[in-house]
Structures are given as structure tokens and as C-alpha cells.
């Protein structure tokens, strides 16, 4: 079957999300997180029956980076260097400080929102980020990432019983 298929890739919120539609009408979006974009792929095509498909990929994130060294966006990256040049670093490094910093942002706010849907109750700074950063020390890639995250939320709860002891 040669009809057209799109597979639209762009990063959101850390996330990297996969749209798919075809001219049938069908229309599938998969997040990904702490996956590369060939293993999204890859798994994506597995999960929704595309194995041997042909699929043409749009890769979105490129054109978000030819805007970002458009003149609208010049003063930020001038304003970027400055700092990186008071601190004695390169741009980069802050970039990527500024990407990670973000990142860790909005994992806190997913893992506010599983407990807090998962036990409905409010869910402390604290309490989150001994989450994640168990989730992040304790990862297994045979689950997924609720999976994961829900066994990092034993470990912390076992920790604290330990250190009440």
C-alpha cells in the first residue's frame, strides 16, 4: 500500500511526540520521553502496525531551529552569549542547563500529577523530587515510564520507613 503517510516529529515539553495520519484519515499521537528519536520510531511503528510502511517523517524541531536563528530571536541569543561570556562559559552549556532545568520542570509536574491522581492527594516539592530523582537512579528499561515511575515511589517510601526506624 503506497498511499501517503505522514509522521510529523517535534520535541514538546521535554517530550518528543510522534503525529501520524494518512490520507484514510487515520490519525495516531504517541509522546515519547528519554527515547531517541530512531527508537520512538521504531517503537511507534511496532505499536501501531507500521513495521513495513512507507512513512514519510517530517522532522518539525528542525524548522523550530532555523526560527529560533531568526532575527526575532536575535536579542535572546545575543543576551545568551553575554551571560555566557560573564560566567566564562560556553553558549552551549547554558543552553543545555537551560534545556535540562526546563526538562526537570515539567517531569516534577508529571509526577505531581500521577501521585496526585494515583492517591488523591497533594503532592509536596519534596516529595516529587525525591521521586524523580529516585526514578532517575532506578530505571529500568523493560517498563515503561509509569511503570518506573511507580516503582521509584515504593523505594522512596521504603527509604522513609528505614530512616523512621
Same mark, same amino acid.
Not at 516529587?128 to 523505594?155: Q, V
Given at each position: 500500500d503506497r498511499s501517503m503517510k505522514y509522521l510529523y516529529c517535534r520535541y514538546e515539553h521535554g517530550y518528543l511526540v510522534l503525529n501520524y495520519k494518512d490520507e484514510s484519515g487515520c490519525r495516531i499521537a504517541h509522546r515519547y520521553l528519554y527515547y531517541t528519536l530512531r527508537e520512538a520510531i521504531k517503537?511507534?511503528?511496532?505499536?501501531?502496525?507500521?513495521?513495513?510502511?512507507?512513512?514519510?517523517? $517530517? $522532522?518539525?524541531?528542525?524548522?523550530?531551529? $532555523?526560527?529560533?536563528?531568526?532575527?526575532?530571536?536575535?536579542?535572546?541569543?545575543?543576551e545568551l552569549e553575554n551571560v555566557a561570556k560573564r560566567l566564562g562559559m560556553e553558549t552551549t552549556e547554558i543552553e543545555e542547563t537551560i534545556f535540562r532545568k526546563v526538562e526537570e520542570r515539567y517531569l516534577l509536574e508529571d509526577v505531581k500529577s500521577w501521585y496526585e491522581n494515583t492517591y488523591d492527594r497533594a503532592c509536596s /516539592?519534596?516529595?516529587? $523530587?525525591?521521586?524523580?530523582?529516585?526514578? /532517575?537512579?532506578?530505571?529500568?528499561?523493560?517498563?515503561?515510564?509509569?511503570?518506573?515511575?511507580?516503582?521509584?515511589?515504593?523505594?522512596?517510601?521504603?527509604?522513609?520507613?528505614?530512616?523512621?526506624?
Open positions: 517503537l511507534f511503528r511496532e505499536r501501531y502496525g507500521l513495521r513495513y510502511k512507507y512513512i514519510t517523517v $517530517k $522532522k518539525c524541531f528542525e524548522e523550530e531551529s $532555523k526560527m529560533i536563528r531568526n532575527k526575532r530571536y536575535a536579542p535572546i541569543a545575543a /516539592e519534596k516529595t516529587a $523530587k525525591a521521586i524523580l530523582n529516585e526514578f /532517575e537512579n532506578g530505571e529500568d528499561a523493560n517498563y515503561d515510564f509509569w511503570t518506573n515511575l511507580e516503582n521509584a515511589h515504593k523505594r522512596v517510601k521504603a527509604k522513609r520507613r528505614k530512616q523512621k526506624i
